[in-house]
């Protein structure tokens, strides 16, 4: 029973350099530095919604992409060649781009076969990182042939007309370039001696300065057009030859300007334009905002978990204390080896994960409870308690892991950073609930010898004695027709008022503004009203009024780079009622984006529920598993209908709140069917009725407690969390109270009405027979 020697320090060495890894993440940087230098010092990666930044997807221009290969005469194969190499070029632009303006930690990377994903920690100018990452900066040089008034004639055969800098002007400059600017080798931003203006200069590479010599020489006098992604730039007039490879780019730039085009063609062009279809921009405020109120909510869920258990278990339970801040811990440590990003929703990842990984020790705790009442000795009752629950642990687990893996897979960013968090969890709790757990008990009763396993509790004696007898079948109709009005209900709900859709699946913009004192609301509704930016809903995010929420619908007909627009003429409109106002979040979501969303949303959801039903088909019988999908659809249409009651935005947040209380409702399940089959392997000729009456009393206690360590985890995040996760948070405390219910008066309903009517009852029966 007790584990050998060296398993024994296996398991404290993981433990011990688990929290080695783990300690410098929760230590402020100057603790950081005083740590001695054989320990790691390697914290946990902060997502931007915790530090601040921009994070933005870049995608390659199909038009532009199609036309390249057309010109080039490619056929399947080298089309998709072109365009993974067009891919791989622009990732290398990019990130040289980023690099030149000085980024620190930057995300550079791809995003499937055709987009970037491009992150910018502590970066807070928009403007900017559009203009520096949305510019394909190819540079050319033209003769000018003339000048003329904007027109929509056609120039000449030759030429081409290009619009001036200046007001009024287009230039017609000849159409064969006669410099490429991949012949640029340097470029650097500063300021002219003469005139004290800021301009760009640069140098050629040998060939090319050899070509400029001679360009400059032959054409003495002429205006030379120099042509930055079809616009020109700047046009001097050539006064003498230039040979020494060199020159400037001037014009009405500002000091930023240089600095952004300097950096440009030191990079280089890209290979193909790129459009920007997703932006989105956390202000540092709002990410150390994020960081306290997620690190004091998942404290109090803590908290109030560990004091349930010890309450609940007394000595027992400060053991299952110890095995989850063990598993909390070596979480961390997972995902600082792993270099995973820690996200705000994967704070509530781990915080849920505090009330999933306690639910392995509340099984196994009562089960001993109860062998230790069916008259077992200790060493019996600690290995029929183990063996017992192992089953209904495993079953549990891999429902959840079902959900976490399906939310990885069709989630984005943030929520694949709760899937990640949530998965960890779960497997580590196998090893700090199971494992560990075990071994202390284990070393304990050789070293105690008692002849019975006793588990204490602070609860009242009457709270838990013997098994209750209710009669739970006898309000099988009732239990299921309130669930079904509730649901209809729910529908009906979603039909109208309907699910206040955030941007992520209707595309739009979110700006989420604050000042130092409460903002005048009214005057910032009428100028948003005055700016011409469509549907524009203006809330308080706050009590007292510091923080507002400005939503500004997809534009029609508009790509994200018009939404990107809109969204500055909504922050110039907001900066001229409270000028003091800071832009803590802005979320541009353009239409193709929010498209792909909404599809993976509904198969996510869809594939978890028949992975659900796969599942427990295999484990138990279909009986059982149509029963656990039917509830799951009551259980969900009452979730949604609670998103359509309270307004809460549905987002991708409430998709994953929606897949966890997937697994999570199948999760509660589990330890009823678990039961259920157990006692049809055990008693055979009892009718069905009894045996589901009798499996529930027998686990009521397990499902009790284990829904109450999960609802008290998530309450304070619910509370106190905040907007971020409220989508979140909310939905999944009144998931939590559904799924407990639904598993006694539904899903036992259902499954006795499939036996009685079916009769199939000696099937249920071999299925339950090893």
Known sequence: ????????????????????????????????????????????????????????????????????????????????????????????????????????????????????????????????????????????????????????????????????????????????????????????????SQTGRPVVSFRFDDAGARQFAKITLDNVGRQFAIVLDGKVISAPVIQEPIIGGSGQISGNFTT?????????????????????????????????????????TGAAGLLFVLVFMTVLYRGWGVVANLALVINVTLTLAALTLLGATLTLPGIAGIVLGIGL????????????????????SAVAALTNGFDRAYATIIDSNVTALIATALLFWFGSGPVRGFAVTMALGIAISMFTAVTVVKSIMALWLKWKRPKQFIIGSLLPARWRGATPNFQFMRARFVGLGVSLVLSIASLMLFAKPGLNYGVDFTGGTIIEASAPAAMQVADIRARLEQANLGEVSLQQADSGGTTVL????????????????????????????????????????????????????????????????????????????????????????????FFALTGLEFNLTAIAAL??????????????YDRMRENLRLHPDVPLRQIIDRSINETLARSLFTSVTAFLAMLPMAIWG?????????????????????????????LLFLGERIKHRPALVQEATP
Request: charged share 20%; glycine share 8%; proline share 5%.
């Open 1 to 192: 029973m007790v584990p050998s020697k060296w398993k024994l320090v296996l398991y404290g060495l993981v433990i011990v350099i688990g929290s080695l890894i783990a300690l410098p993440s929760l230590l402020t940087s100057k603790q950081l530095e005083a740590l001695p230098d054989w320990l790691p010092h390697k914290q946990v990666a902060l997502g931007l919604d915790l530090r601040g930044g921009a994070h933005l997807v870049l995608e390659i221009d199909e038009r532009a992409m199609q036309k390249d290969i057309e010109e080039e005469g490619l056929d399947a194969l080298g089309a998709t060649a072109r365009r993974q190499s067009a891919l791989q070029q622009s990732i290398e632009i990019v990130r040289r781009r980023i690099d030149a303006i000085g980024v620190a930690e930057p995300t550079v990377q791809a995003l499937g076969t055709s987009r970037i994903l491009v992150q910018l920690p502590g970066m807070q100018d928009p403007a900017a990182i559009r203009t520096l990452l949305g510019s394909t900066a190819k540079l050319t040089f033209h003769r000018v042939e003339s000048s003329t008034a904007p027109s929509r004639s056609a120039p000449p055969i030759g030429t081409i007309r290009v619009p001036a800098p200046e007001e009024g002007i287009d230039y017609i400059l000849q159409q064969r370039p006669m410099l490429q600017g991949e012949r640029l080798v340097q470029a650097n931003s500063g300021i002219d």
């Open 357 to 376: 990984a306690v639910d392995a020790n509340v099984l196994i705790n009562e089960r001993i409870r109860e062998e230790t009442r069916h008259g077992k």
């Open 722 to 750: 905040g907007a971020t996760v409220a989508s979140f948070a909310v939905p999944m405390v009144f998931g939590i109270v559904v799924a407990a219910s639904s598993s006694v008066f539904i899903a036992a309903p259902i």
């Open 256 to 296: 930023a300007e240089t600095s952004s085009l300097s950096a440009l063609l030191r990079a280089g062009a890209l290979p193909v334009p790129l459009q920007i279809v997703e932006e989105r921009t956390v202000g540092p405020d709002l990410g150390s905002d994020a960081i306290r109120m997620g690190a004091v």
């Open 550 to 641: 400005v939503r500004i619908q997809q534009q029609p007909d508009a790509d994200a780079s018009a939404q990107t627009e809109v969204a500055e003429r909504a922050k110039a409109a907001i900066l001229e009622v409270e000028p003091t106002a800071n832009f803590d979040r802005v979320d541009i979501i353009g239409p193709k984006i929010s498209g792909e969303l909404t599809d993976a949303g509904i198969l996510a959801v869809l594939f978890a529920s028949i992975a659900m039903f796969i599942y427990i088909w295999i484990r138990f019988d279909w009986h059982f598993a149509v029963g656990a999908i039917a509830t799951l659809v009551l259980d969900t249409t009452k979730t949604i209908g």
């Open 659 to 672: 897949l966890t209380l997937i697994g999570y409702s199948v999760n509660d399940k589990v330890v009823v």
